[in-house]
């Protein structure tokens, strides 16, 4: 792709009124989810521990399968494309539609006093609590790869650490 192109796209899936594609196999109709919430809160549960959960789900993005068309070239002269090779949309963007993503994130934080003023934080963060392995990027090509997922969320995670504030 030209480099023109891909700035011209990336301005236009950047404008103020949406993207406006050049092409209807350009794909970007793919950039935004339909739903999103966030919860999250902090409570004392008492004894210098503090509990800071995080909740965030979002709907799966829509998708739709392609298939590429080879380019013509000195070999092949029927059923290619005189551009070069295109990708070329199956089905609309929304036919189909990814996983929702869940998340839950944890902290537990205990605060000890220590000299005049400072406190010492001990802290443990476990990050994807239910450690859920939904798929965020998938294979959209016609084939054998087609859905099979090519990025998953990471694993359930711990962290451990020590703060000082003084």
């Known amino acids: 792709m030209p480099a023109n192109n891909r700035f011209g796209t990336a301005i236009s899936n950047f404008s103020y009124f949406g993207s406006f594609p050049s092409t209807p196999n350009e794909r970007t109709e793919n950039e935004f989810k339909n739903w999103m919430l966030k919860v999250s809160g902090t409570a004392d549960a008492g004894w210098g521990v503090r509990v800071t959960p995080a ?78 392995d939904t798929a965020v990027n998938i294979n959209w090509r016609s084939g054998a790869s087609f859905e099979k997922g090519t990025t998953v969320i990471g694993p359930r995670i711990a962290k451990f650490g020590v703060k000082v504030d003084w």
Do not use: H, M, W
Not at 68 to 88: D, E, H, I, P, R
Not at 107 to 130: H, S
């Open 55 to 132: 909740f965030k789900t979002s709907s799966g993005f829509p998708y739709g399968r392609y298939f590429s068309v080879a380019g013509c070239s000195t070999t092949v002269t029927t059923n290619c494309s005189n551009y070069g090779t295109q990708l070329v949309l199956a089905e609309s963007i929304g036919t189909r539609r990814q996983d929702n993503i869940v998340l839950l994130d944890f902290r537990v934080e205990k605060q000890i006093p220590f000299a005049t003023r400072g406190k010492l934080g001990l802290f443990v963060d476990l990050f994807n609590a239910l450690n859920s």
